[in-house]
């Protein structure tokens, strides 16, 4: 089955500074590969996705890029603010078939420093 | 709204209990999903299930049993056969093919 791999499992960076979680996938059918951000005491929200016919994607101070040959993606966070300190998932999922399920990433802990 | 709505969000079982977490949604989605998340964690799952009337194990599943009865609802019984069941509970739905997953607000269980 897929597996999904994130690092780093915790990254400081400086408010303004830029900021970098990469994932890896080993399932090569996964054509789906979404980002969560979870605020403490809540459940994760969707800020961001990716499909396997796209290799960039960006929403304002967010992108996500995709290497479907290396089987890798990743997340940038440009410009960070202290309100961007959560926990953010990668996951993956192919979608063939009703039944498949997403695979999410061991979460990467983001805090940024003001 | 359309959303995943998780009940209580706090929630005190004392040893040798068994106690039940609520999911309903009303998004339609067929698939439902429990995750488990200790401090400093990530999401382990607990059950996941596909379609009404049936569920699979996750990775996690000893000690914890649902069911599936309703589209909407997809609740989780956490036995007194769980050792260590203090954590943070998410349920999640998805869109067809395992693609967007929409998470409740968690439920906090403590043993008391």
């Known amino acids: 089955g897929e597996n999904v791999e994130q690092h780093p499992s915790t990254l400081s960076v400086q408010e303004g500074d830029s900021a970098v979680i990469k994932c890896t996938y080993s399932?090569?059918?996964?054509?789906?590969f979404p980002w969560y951000k979870q605020e403490l005491g809540k459940g994760p929200q969707l800020i961001i996705d990716?499909?396997?016919?796209?290799g960039e994607k960006k929403d304002q101070r967010i992108a996500v890029t995709l290497n479907k040959t290396a089987k890798h993606f990743s997340l940038h966070i440009t410009e960070t603010q202290p309100e961007d300190s959560a926990v953010y998932f990668c996951?993956?999922?192919?979608?063939?078939?009703?039944?498949?399920?997403?695979?999410f990433g061991p979460g990467t802990s983001l805090s940024v420093i003001p | 709204d359309g959303g995943i709505t998780q009940s209580p969000k706090y929630l005190f079982r004392k040893e040798g209990q068994n106690v039940t977490l609520s999911c309903e949604q009303n998004?339609?989605?067929?698939?439902m999903y429990w995750y488990r998340q200790d401090p400093g964690q990530g999401l382990r799952l607990i059950y996941y299930?596909?379609?009404?009337?049936?569920?699979q194990k996750g990775d996690i599943a000893e000690g914890y049993s649902v069911s599936r009865e309703k589209k909407e609802s997809f609740p989780l019984t956490v036995t007194s056969a769980q050792k260590n069941p203090t954590a943070f509970y998410l349920c999640?739905?998805?869109?067809?093919?395992?693609?967007?997953?929409?998470f409740g607000q968690g439920t906090r269980l403590t043993v008391v």
């Open positions: 990716i499909r396997s016919n796209v």
């Open positions: 998004l339609n989605h067929d698939a």
């Open positions: 996951a993956a999922s192919n979608g063939v078939t009703s039944y498949d399920k997403v695979i």
């Open positions: 999640a739905s998805t869109t067809p093919g395992g693609y967007k997953a929409f």
């Open positions: 399932d090569s059918a996964s054509n789906y």
């Open positions: 299930s596909q379609i009404v009337n049936d569920f």
